[in-house]
């Protein structure tokens, strides 16, 4: 299954800190927190609690970060890379993927990737 990981091992954890937007906020539709976002100070409190409460709990979990604002993203990994394991889908798995397509084609031209000119 995805990637090896075992969907009956995973537990999806939603930390909804509000939205900023009117639209969604009056939408009877919106499922979300209707508050405002936190500051940042309030939002990386709240993180730093879940994060710390996972770590208890499930001290060998990965960590998924998902859907955040570029600064809050890069801002999670560099807090954590170095004290848990995690990567954020958004900024790595991007990445991951499209080195992963370069490699394939490179494989497929049966080429050694160490020796493959890079041309921007």
């Given at each position: 299954?995805?990637?090896?990981?075992?969907?009956?091992?995973?537990?999806p954890?939603?930390?909804?800190?509000?939205?900023?937007n009117?639209?969604?906020?009056?939408?009877?539709?919106?499922?979300?927190?209707?508050?405002?976002?936190?500051?940042?100070?309030?939002?990386?409190d709240?993180?730093?609690?879940?994060?710390?409460a996972?770590?208890?709990?499930?001290?060998?979990?990965?960590?998924?970060?998902?859907?955040?604002?570029?600064?809050?993203a890069?801002?999670?990994?560099?807090?954590?890379?170095?004290?848990?394991?995690?990567?954020?889908?958004?900024?790595?798995?991007?990445?991951?993927?499209?080195?992963?397509?370069?490699?394939?084609?490179?494989?497929i031209?049966?080429?050694?990737?160490?020796?493959?000119?890079?041309?921007?």
């Amino acid at each position: 299954a995805a990637a090896g990981f075992q969907p009956w091992r995973t537990l999806p954890i939603t930390v909804d800190v509000g939205t900023n937007n009117e639209k969604y906020r009056n939408s009877s539709t919106y499922m979300g927190l209707k508050d405002d976002r936190p500051d940042d100070d309030e939002f990386y409190d709240v993180m730093d609690k879940a994060i710390k409460a996972i770590q208890w709990r499930w001290p060998n979990a990965l960590i998924q970060f998902e859907d955040f604002s570029n600064a809050h993203a890069f801002g999670l990994l560099e807090k954590y890379r170095n004290k848990t394991l995690c990567f954020n889908d958004d900024i790595q798995g991007t990445a991951a993927t499209v080195l992963a397509g370069l490699l394939a084609a490179l494989l497929i031209q049966q080429s050694d990737p160490s020796k493959a000119p890079l041309k921007l």
